[in-house]
């Protein structure tokens, strides 16, 4: 079936510092890809998306491109703040009637970024 | 304007009893999705309402696990005869239907069975 595999956290980096979270997904047909995140005692958030191959989606200073080739969406920041600690979910939305079925999410890696 | 709430936020409880979840969803969103998120797991889909059609239940463990949606609005989901393994965090979620993607979450219900 569909899935979504990212690296293993938990991910430390210094303030400042350049993120890449990686994202590789196995799916039929062309699903929409996203980037959610979860900051501390808070619901998840969408952060990004892209819903077609070579589409950049981009908000608050991070990017993720859809690589159909290599089937990825790796999540980058070229400078991390304190703030920006938190969980990050990759996941897959399917094209279908099945609306309740259409999202794959990834286990998550845990961000912590030191001042 | 008000986002997903849900509540309790925290729940612990033996083994054996039964527990109710509630989830209020972003006013006018039809879609309400429950999720339930274990430790180092991704989300794991469970039953996805859709305005006054059948709910899709594909995605429940087991039949101790039941929700209802009342009119249109709230849902509750019930564990009968928790289980340890029913400890998580449980997540509720909304979207506009034709939307599909984007989901709004509440903050979640954790939920430890001792």
């Known amino acids: 079936g569909d899935s979504v595999t990212q690296m293993e956290g938990p991910v430390t980096l210094s303030e400042e510092a350049f993120l890449t979270i990686n994202c590789t997904y196995t799916?039929?047909?062309?699903?929409?890809l996203f980037w959610y995140v979860q900051y501390p005692g808070e619901g998840l958030q969408l952060l990004l998306k892209a819903t077609k191959a070579d589409d950049k989606g981009s908000n608050k200073g991070f990017e993720a491109t859809y690589r159909k080739e290599t089937t990825s969406f790796h999540l980058e920041k070229g400078s991390v703040q304190v703030s920006d600690s938190a969980v990050y979910f990759c996941a897959l939305s399917r094209s279908g009637d099945n609306y309740g079925q259409n999202f794959v999410f990834g286990p998550g890696t845990r961000l912590s970024v030191l001042p | 304007g008000a986002g997903v709430s849900q509540s309790p936020s925290n729940k612990v409880t033996e083994k054996g009893k039964d527990v109710e979840l509630r989830c209020d969803p972003i006013s006018g969103h039809t879609a309400l999705y429950w999720y339930r998120q274990s430790l180092g797991q991704g989300l794991e889909f469970l039953i996805y309402f859709q305005g006054n059609s059948a709910p899709d239940k594909s995605g429940l463990p087991s039949d101790r696990f039941s929700a209802e949606r009342t009119g249109g609005s709230v849902s509750t989901l019930t564990i009968q005869r928790t289980q340890q393994e029913d400890s998580a965090v449980y997540l509720c979620a909304s979207s506009l239907v034709v939307v599909a993607y984007e989901q709004y979450f509440g903050p979640g219900t954790r939920l430890t069975v001792t």
């Open positions: 799916a039929t047909g062309y699903p929409s």
